[in-house]
């Protein structure tokens, strides 16, 4: 399952690690836009099987930060 971005902005913390087991609702990424922070959520549980991003990288609205399996 692919994680996307809900929004555009900044990769500012990763907050898993592949290997990683999740559970729904389970912080997997914080973006930051306009001063703002914004989690990005683990939509369902799972193990984290690919991160597609980096701290700091800019992203767009729909980009895949995380992949589920």
Sequence with gaps: MDIPA???GTVWKIECQVGQTVKAGDVLVILE???MEMPVEATEGG???EIRCKESQPVNEG????VLE
Excluded: E
Excluded at 63 to 66: A, E, K, R, S
């Design 33 to 35: 836009s306009m001063k």
């Design 47 to 49: 193990t984290v099987k």
């Design 6 to 8: 809900h929004i555009t």
């Design 63 to 66: 980009d895949v930060l995380v």
